[in-house]
């Protein structure tokens, strides 16, 4: 089945500065990927949706210049915190969609392991 | 308004016992919906897949159904467990667009 991987699993930085997390899908193209943050006890976030190729859309509330994302390449995302500051804590999770052959070719969505980011 | 909803917001239940989780969908047509189970600190995971046209999909314990004329779908687990504990997200798909509901908080007690 197609699978998701996130890296790093876990990162503490101090403050100030710029942390990037990898979103990879592994055995299939991503054409378009999400990228969500948790607060513990909460419910997924959606922050902005990936396209290969072209700029990402950021939800209403998330500050592009704070959170850079690229996606260079078809199985490859990154989001790249800068500055970061405490309040940037957060568990980061990306997913990506992908063509499901054993459903006529309908888009699914499968998450990565997601990210805990720890900044000091 | 989210075009998934899903109820009820968060559930406490004792080991052993069954719980039923609901989601309701105002995206139509829609081409799949699926649940995930999210554990805590961990992305979430697939439970089933149901296109519009299936009516029912088991995974072990864990029992969807669709009512795709209500544009309704439920999550049935049965004789949970401690390990059952954890957020439950409905996701229904259409095209390119794919609308998620905010999940079901489940703890299950001993």
């Known amino acids: 089945g197609a699978v998701v991987s996130q890296h790093p699993s876990w990162v503490i930085c101090k403050s100030g500065t710029s942390v990037k997390i990898e979103c990879r899908s592994l055995?299939?193209?991503?054409?378009?990927m999400f990228w969500y943050r948790q607060f513990p006890k909460q419910s997924l976030m959606l922050m902005a949706t990936?396209?290969?190729?072209?700029?990402?859309?950021?939800e209403q509330g998330v500050e592009k210049d704070k959170f850079l994302i690229n996606h260079a390449s078809l199985t490859l995302s990154t989001l790249t915190v800068t500055s970061a500051h405490p309040e940037d804590s957060s568990f980061y999770i990306c997913?990506?969609?992908?063509?499901?052959?054993?459903?006529?070719?309908?888009?699914?969505?499968?998450f990565g392991a997601g990210s805990r980011l720890t900044v000091l | 308004k989210n075009q998934v909803e899903q109820s009820p917001q968060s559930l406490i239940i004792l080991e052993g016992k069954n719980c039923t989780l609901q989601?309701?969908?105002?995206?139509?047509?829609?081409?799949?919906l699926r649940w995930y189970k999210q554990d805590t600190g961990r992305g979430p995971v697939s439970l089933t897949i149901?296109?519009?046209?299936?009516n029912t999909k088991s995974n072990g314990r864990y029992t969807a159904t669709l009512d795709a004329d209500t544009k309704q779908s439920s999550l049935h687990i049965t004789a949970s467990q401690l390990s059952d504990s954890a957020s439950y997200i409905c996701?229904?798909?259409?095209?390119?667009?794919?609308?998620f509901g905010k999940g079901n908080q489940v703890v299950v007690i001993p």
């Open positions: 055995d299939f193209q991503a054409t378009t």
């Open positions: 990936s396209n290969e190729g072209s700029k990402a859309t950021y």
């Open positions: 989601c309701n969908y105002t995206v139509s047509p829609f081409s799949n």
């Open positions: 149901m296109t519009f046209s299936e």
């Open positions: 996701v229904v798909s259409l095209n390119n667009r794919l609308a």
């Open positions: 997913s990506a969609v992908h063509r499901d052959r054993w459903l006529s070719g309908a888009n699914v969505l499968t």
